[in-house]
């Protein structure tokens, strides 16, 4: 069990920055999202070789989503992601599907952005799907098309997906679908969101045409998804703290009132000591989480709701105070203080409520005293 990053990842880490070091953040620079996708393959590095893609695990990706969030990145990366995760179980299946593993194939390349659309209302990606799906005619069920009805909200990057892997309910329970974003009866609406560094949209189907992925489980495949990509949120939240926190340590060494630098006031080292402290959590929180998912997967669903609170807390502390260092020009549209606080907001509810997950915490917690207990009764 390691938990610090090595020197294969600091090369790693330094090739994503590259790339990023002139992208303003909350900017959508088309030419670097084209260079992380196809040139570094960020798409596809948790991606089996197999598929096309990098076959590395989660600590590499937690690398890229901590300098994602350190420039508060605006370019499909965690959709793309997600979506590949999703497809993974209907590439595997048995022979596996030829849809699931020519999408994974293309997202691990770059050559297409794949986003889930799973959420349904405030409830995220806990939700059971009222989306429905209906199967229409084919000569056999491996070629049959299925029609999709209802609404999906808050898809990231929808505007800019190629392909939608969507959660319905059939007569069966729930499914996963690939939809095709130019499928007749797909509607994609934009929505405004407080983050300006990430993009969302809601998806009306009415009768749209998908092709169903063979999961055995979709509902454990969403979960499990969701889970991991908690745990990459969570290296988005480090980034956004750390960086925040180099801001504010750089201001506090240059700005001077009352004939001194302000960093030599009591009141500002609390401030970027509270935040460092913080980050030393996030960081170990961060760390396990992204371990446990690809090492220990039955930690998995409690680590990675602790290292979303802990690490969704600490960006919101080191953005906010971020502000309060700078002083009046952190509050302006001008400086990209805002930019940061606006993503920890959001980031803190991207794929659930924060307090949904403390209370499914608490239950798994709960569950395991229980199950501990009676073992020690035998």
Known sequence: MRFRFDADHDDLREAVRRPLADSPPGACDARAAVRLAREIGVYGLCVPERF??????????????????????????????????????????????????????????????????????????????????????????????????????????????????????????????????????????????????????????????????????????????????????????????????????????????????????????HKLADVRLELEAAESACLYALWAAQEAPSELPAVARIAAHTCGEAALLAAEENIQVHGGIGATWEHPAHVYLRRATAGRRLLADPQALLEDLARIVEETVFVSTAVLAR
Request: charged share 20%; net charge neutral; aromatic share 6%.
């Open 52 to 269: 096309g893609g990098g076959g590395f695990g989660m600590l590499e990706l937690g690398v890229v989503f901590q300098e994602a969030g350190r420039a508060a990145f605006d370019a499909p990366l965690l959709s793309p992601v997600l979506a590949a995760d999703l497809l993974l179980p209907a590439a595997s299946f048995d022979s596996g599907s030829d849809v699931a593993a020519d999408l994974l194939a293309r997202i691990a390349a770059g050559e297409l952005v794949a986003a889930p659309a799973i959420a349904e209302g405030p409830l995220g990606w806990d939700c059971t799907p009222a989306t429905t799906a209906t199967p229409s005619s084919a000569p056999s069920a491996s070629t049959r098309r299925w029609r999709l009805s209802g609404v999906k909200d808050w898809v990231q990057d929808g505007m800019r997906a190629n392909r939608f892997i969507v959660s319905a309910r059939t007569a069966d329970g729930p499914a996963l679908f690939a939809v095709a974003a130019n499928e007749p009866g797909l509607t994609v609406e934009p929505v405004e969101s407080i983050d300006i560094s990430r993009r969302f949209a809601r998806l009306r189907l009415d009768g749209a045409s998908a092709a169903l992925l063979p999961v055995k489980d979709a509902t454990a495949a969403v979960r499990r998804t969701r889970d991991r990509g908690l745990a990459l949120l969570s290296a988005d939240n480090v980034g956004v703290t750390g960086r925040c926190l180099e801001m504010a340590t750089s201001w506090a060494k240059e700005r001077s009132q009352f004939g001194q630098v302000i960093g030599s006031f009591q009141a500002i080292k």
